[in-house]
């Protein structure tokens, strides 16, 4: 099984500072990986599919990069709603993996 | 809109078994992909297992620590998705969401459901 891993775990930021979170896989697979939001008590809300495709209605400063084992989601200028906690998740042969998350929190 | 509606959730103890349901709405949902994706307490999310449409020969696959014990299986007439739940542990303990699947990930999602195994 493919294993994911989110850098870093929590991340201390202000409003209007770029940022930039970063999912690593055990191994190679294709570029099926996902970006959620998730805000407490709520459903988690994709953000990001394919790596790169923002999904309808999300705002453009987020962006999805990256390839092989190493992607990364920006947030090119935190706003204020953006404070959550963010999983990226990949499809492998069969199987669906989350990482384990990143907290993206106040300054 | 589409909406996704999950029921059946409670206390139930070790080695017991709950039924939960996933009622779909706005959408064609004989030809969705559904998965069932669980959250324990202050933790994160892990994928339980997914069924794919009666046209893709409703194949289902499982996550390994549910393999077994967990069944996933859909009523199109009814647009509603099932996860029977046997021999409960307390690490089942979480909040289950029912979501779609496009682009091999998860597009919409229901609001959840607290599945407690507790003695």
């Known amino acids: 099984d493919i294993q994911m891993t989110q850098s870093p775990s929590t991340l201390s930021a202000s409003v209007g500072d770029r940022v930039t979170i970063t999912c690593r896989a055990s191994q190679t697979f294709s570029n099926w990986l996902a970006w959620y939001q998730q805000k407490p008590g709520k459903a988690p809300k994709r953000l990001m599919y394919?790596?790169?495709s923002l999904e309808s209605g999300v705002p453009s400063r987020f962006s999805g990069s990256g390839s092989g084992t190493e992607f990364t989601l920006t947030i090119s200028s935190l706003q204020p709603d953006d404070f959550a906690t963010y999983y990226c998740q990949q499809y492998n042969s069969y199987f669906f993996t989350f990482g384990p998350g990143t907290k993206v929190d106040i300054k | 809109e589409v909406q996704l509606v999950e029921s059946g959730g409670g206390l139930v103890k070790p080695g017991g078994s709950l039924r939960l349901s996933c009622a779909a709405s706005g959408f064609t949902f004989s030809n969705a992909w559904m998965s069932w994706v669980r959250q324990a307490p202050g933790k994160g999310l892990e994928w339980v297992g997914r069924?794919?449409?009666?046209?893709?020969?409703?194949?289902?696959d499982y996550a390994a620590p549910v393999n077994g014990r967990f069944t996933i299986s859909r009523d199109d007439s009814k647009k509603t998705l099932y996860l029977q739940m046997n021999s409960l542990k307390t690490e089942d303990t979480a909040v289950y969401y029912c979501?779609?699947?496009?682009?091999?990930?998860?597009?919409?999602w229901g609001q959840g459901t607290l599945v407690t195994v507790s003695s």
């Open positions: 069924i794919k449409s009666k046209t893709e020969g409703e194949t289902i």
């Open positions: 979501a779609t699947e496009s682009y091999y990930a998860f597009d919409y």
């Open positions: 394919r790596a790169s």
